[in-house]
């Protein structure tokens, strides 16, 4: 079931949280399936590494948010300590979204952090779970640093996996940026993957007072008016094309501008899959350039949208925020952006 030669005296943790990798149920699936339970369809592993095996969660992850983000990045950071890596199991839902906030709150890592799951329980004798956490490993024994999602063969940048497919075993693309890497019978073959710089640190402090906002033609002003008085610091607009939105009749750019005025942070991002957000292309893009807004250049949404989160969660000044979202971390931003 491995391949490429591997050291066996390397350690690796893994971190099970539910998903349906882990799931089994006749009334419908839910995670019933623990991270033990999960190695005992790896038969041949204990060859290759030791392993050790933790239950941090057991959740659907269309449940896993904000507070889970904070346990799964403190449980990965300790393993790092101890461990030559760390493989997550997470269900495919908002898998993305807890890799690219992992990306931002594990720092400068030295050691590889791999989130798998699968689209049918690891049980299922069909099903994609044994494969995709056989190559979770497989990676994760490379000892390459950073925070990646192994899927369907495919090693993808934690910031730039995206998922696009809901029953295709082949869920998840890696967009804006070439596949870090790919897996066959000779194991894992790296071609992209992200240079990490600075010291190992968690930075888990996070405001998860951010929402976002998909635009359709006739989006009304008022939805965005009222996002400072339900609390929110930050929004993500999902807006068309290079970042366009309608300012005739209802006008958004003026909303956008004022909650800016109030100190609420506003990004704009994309509803386009590929390329970037560009405000000095078309004269709306200047007027929302001109009073603050942020663009989110190419990064996806989830990047964009766990990105402003954690940079919250540093700082409330705004424009340390607007500076810091312009920043590229961990490769959520391409390099012709920045």
């Known amino acids: 079931m491995f391949g490429g030669v591997i050291m066996p005296e390397k350690s690796i943790k893994l971190l099970a949280t539910g998903g349906t990798i882990a799931a089994a149920g006749e009334d419908g699936l839910a995670p019933a399936l623990g991270a033990s339970d999960l190695l005992s369809y790896l038969p041949g592993l204990e060859q290759l590494c030791h392993v ?6 057991a959740l659907d992850s269309s449940n896993i948010q904000p507070e889970e983000w904070r346990v799964i990045a403190h449980a990965a950071y300790n393993a790092l300590q101890d461990h030559d890596g760390v493989v997550i199991t997470h269900g495919t839902d908002t898998l993305a ?4 906030m992992l990306s931002f709150m594990l720092r400068g890592l030295q050691k590889p952090v791999i989130l798998t799951g699968s689209q049918l329980p690891i049980a299922h004798l069909a099903g994609d779970g044994r494969g995709n956490l056989a190559d979770a490993f497989t990676t994760a024994l490379t000892g390459q640093p950073g925070v990646y999602v192994v899927f369907n063969h495919k090693i993808m940048l934690g910031t730039r996996a995206t998922k696009l497919r809901a029953i295709s075993f082949d869920a998840f693309e890696s967009v804006n940026r070439p596949l870090a890497g790919v897996l066959d019978a000779r194991g894992a073959h790296w071609v992209n993957p992200q240079p990490i710089t600075g010291e190992t640190a968690l930075q888990s402090d996070l405001n998860d007072a951010v929402c976002l906002i998909k635009l359709i033609p006739g989006t009304r002003p008022a939805l965005l008016d009222g996002l400072g008085d339900l609390g929110y610091r930050g929004v993500v607009i999902e807006a068309f094309g290079v970042g366009g939105l309608h300012h005739l009749r209802r006008n958004l750019t003026d909303s956008l501008g004022v909650l800016r005025d109030r ?29 603050g807004v942020i663009p989110a250049h190419d990064m996806t949404t989830e990047a964009a949208v766990t990105k402003l989160m954690w940079v919250l969660g540093q700082t409330e000044d705004i424009e340390t925020v607007a500076a810091r979202m312009q920043q590229d971390y961990c490769g959520e931003i391409g390099h012709d952006n920045t």
């Open 52 to 57: 050790d095996a933790q239950d941090i969660l």
């Open 263 to 291: 100190g609420i942070a506003v990004v704009v991002t994309t509803q386009c899959l590929y390329d970037s957000t560009d405000l000095s292309l078309y004269a709306v893009g200047k007027q929302l350039g001109d009073r």
């Open 97 to 100: 979204y807890t890799a690219a």
